[in-house]
């Protein structure tokens, strides 16, 4: 095992002890990078080679010297005496949907959303989870791939390509759309990444890639320096390889904002305290509505499964191993609104999404297009046309069609009802004087493991039932975590997720640790992802 | 079942949307919007109270929790040249676009 391989808290404890320098970690986490990731994601990238396919490819911006500097500068402040941080030392990784400005001037650093529109876009100010995780001492090693603007759910659809691939499987998705962020954890390139969270956008690719996702409260995290998809979905959160590194990541980037009007007033607890509790008397539920699935079927319809057995069975176990650790698991929980969750998200993202994708004009940032055009109203058609990928467009004129005032109360303004639907199913189930009286819910993450590159790319809907999983929790607001949970009958990661009440992550953390701790026996812990072995 | 997005409808939205489309891109897209209204459709089965509420969003603020509106203080940018760099064109203080289109009103 090499020091990227570590976890965040067991790095930063080495480094305060002097047992290692953050210049080591870095060039142990760099070294690391050049064996597994191959060429970074370009615009112009030609044809995928047979090499391409047994590479990670997590990276579009590799920001080497800008690492260097700052694991420099946590060295100096050891040496000196002084206290370097929280996250001192500690490698991570970007979703490139963050604005992070070239403070050191080296060689430029875009932020570019995997889009050709952004692919020239230097930030001229940084979003506040990364300044607040370098303020901590963290040493960012670079910006990840991600599906283009995040539409998506397997990184297929960047327009910097090659894609990111599962470090379990490189013939499969590492999920998305934080896909490079769960990619470059799992391989041991970064041991932390900022991730940003939609509809699932953290957790299916943690579960898929076999880490720890943490989606928090929506408002819990600032969104300062987030390029907007769905405003009022958007949750950024972090990737780690273990619960306490999610935890001690947490910790530094949540908060009040003041340059983010929704962040909230509500002190952060001390996540990192709370986790070695343990489970005894918490409330834990299990609802049948998340152990079934619906399914696009190609003529368009819709079909209702069971889950999968191979995915239900380690929800089950999990459920068991706590109730053996004292918790109170509370069966039959209704969440009867489950399965609505993707036809509203279809809507309210999509209405939010184009709203957003208003700005990119070819006018003040961004690409413009090269033609000789003699009209502002061409221009703008030319450069969107050209800058945008497929499922951006798809995204603005499902946007426009939903929104348009004469099927606005048709659409918009039901799903709009529709969420307050699911956010009344958490609300029952964790209301303190109700019938359940929930601390957290557990499901699993995902209804399938990785799927195959290629295997539904292309299929909008299908793609989208990716999340029907994660998604209700996105419409609430409410905080939810993917833990690995094994491995399936191919060797692919599988994930279990906690769902809290508002503002609960402390709680969610502390069960998700006391899982942790329960198998940290079992022989699934001990596979290393392929690209490692 | 028709499609509800019909070419017309959707050469419309394109419009709207500032955008220009190959004859396979259109296609290819006009078919995912129809798609993705079949899921959309299944939110038309479910009963709705009346007087449920619209949610703008998951979590609700309390007075408590929000943040007091920030004074309206202008603060200069400091190095706006930074900013005036991102432009495609820029020139001599001035962001340059095409011709904008105008009609001379009778």
Not at chain 1, 55 to 63: D, G, P, R, S, Y
Not at chain 1, 401 to 420: F, G, H, I, K
Request: proline fraction near 8%; aromatic fraction near 8%.
């Amino acid at each position: 095992m090499e020091l990227c391989d570590l976890s965040a808290l067991e790095l930063v404890q080495l480094l305060r002890a002097r047992k290692v320098s953050a210049v080591e970690v870095l060039e142990a986490t760099l070294e690391r990078i050049g064996q597994v990731d191959g060429r970074a994601g370009s615009l112009d990238s030609g044809p995928l080679t047979e090499e391409d396919k047994g590479k990670v490819h997590a990276f579009i911006t590799l920001t080497d010297e800008r690492a260097l500097e700052q694991a420099r500068a946590v060295d100096s402040k050891l040496a000196a005496g002084e206290d370097p941080g929280p996250l001192a030392g500690v490698p991570f990784t970007v979703k490139d949907i963050f604005c992070v400005k070239d403070i050191f001037c080296v060689k430029g650093t875009p932020s570019t959303a995997a889009s050709r529109i952004l692919a020239n876009f230097t930030a001229p100010y940084t979003a506040t989870p990364v300044a607040r995780m370098e303020a901590a001492g963290g040493v960012m090693v670079g910006k990840v791939n991600l599906d283009e603007f995040t539409y998506g759910s397997s990184n297929e659809s960047s327009a910097f390509q090659p894609s990111p691939r599962n470090p379990w499987n490189t013939g499969h998705v590492p999920g998305g759309s934080s896909g490079g962020s769960a990619a470059s954890v799992a391989a041991g390139e970064g041991v932390l990444s900022l991730g940003t969270d939609t509809a699932g956008s953290i957790r299916q690719p943690a579960s898929f890639c076999g880490v720890v996702g943490v989606k928090p409260t929506y408002g819990r995290v600032s969104r300062y320096g987030l390029i907007a998809f769905a405003s009022s979905l958007d949750c950024p959160g972090p990737l780690a390889r273990d619960v306490r590194g999610a935890a001690l990541m947490l910790q530094t980037i949540a908060g009040l904002d003041p340059r983010d009007s929704t962040t909230a007033n509500v002190p952060v607890e001390d996540y990192l305290a709370a986790l070695e509790k343990g489970v005894k008397g918490m409330r834990i539920g299990l609802s049948p509505d998340y152990f079934r699935i619906v399914t696009p079927t190609p003529d368009g319809d819709f079909q209702e499964h069971p889950l999968p057995a191979e995915i239900e069975a380690p929800v089950r176990r999990a459920a068991d191993l706590l109730r053996q650790m004292g918790a109170e698991i509370v069966e039959d929980v209704p969440m009867p609104n489950t399965r609505y969750g993707i036809p509203a998200y279809f809507v309210i993202s999509r209405v939010e999404a184009a709203s957003n994708l208003h700005r990119y004009d070819g006018v003040k940032y961004g690409y413009r297009t090269p033609q000789r055009v003699n009209d502002l109203r061409v221009m703008y058609k030319k450069s969107r046309a050209e800058g945008f990928g497929l499922q951006p467009k798809l995204r603005i004129l499902m946007g426009m069609y939903v929104s348009a005032a004469q099927y606005s109360e048709q659409y918009y303004q039901r799903a709009l009802r529709v969420r307050s639907m699911i956010r009344r199913d958490f609300d029952v189930a964790f209301d303190p004087n109700g019938p359940y009286r929930l601390d957290a819910l557990l499901t699993p993450t995902t209804p399938t493991t990785s799927f195959e590159m290629d295997a539904v790319y292309g299929d909008s809907v299908l793609m989208q039932y990716a999340d029907q999983l994660t998604v209700p929790s996105n419409h609430a607001g409410v905080p939810g975590v993917s833990l690995p949970a094994g491995l399936d009958s191919t060797g692919l990661p599988i994930g279990i997720q906690l769902l809290g009440p508002d503002y609960a992550e402390a709680n969610l953390l502390r069960i998700g640790r006391a899982y942790e701790q329960a198998t940290q026996d079992d022989d699934w812990r001990k596979v290393l992802p392929k690209v490692l072995r | 079942m028709s499609d509800a997005i019909t070419p017309e409808i959707f050469a419309h939205l394109v419009d709207l949307a500032a955008l220009e489309l190959s004859p396979e891109e259109a296609e290819y897209l006009r078919r995912q919007l129809n798609n993705q209204l079949k899921a959309i459709h299944e939110l038309e089965a479910i009963p709705l109270d009346e007087a449920l509420p619209v949610a703008a969003r998951g979590v609700p603020y309390t007075t408590a929790i929000s943040q007091l509106p920030r004074k309206d203080e202008w603060k200069p940018t400091e190095k706006p040249e930074e900013i005036f760099q991102q432009a495609p064109q820029f020139d001599d203080g001035y962001i340059i676009v095409p011709d904008i289109p105008t009609t001379k009103l009778d």
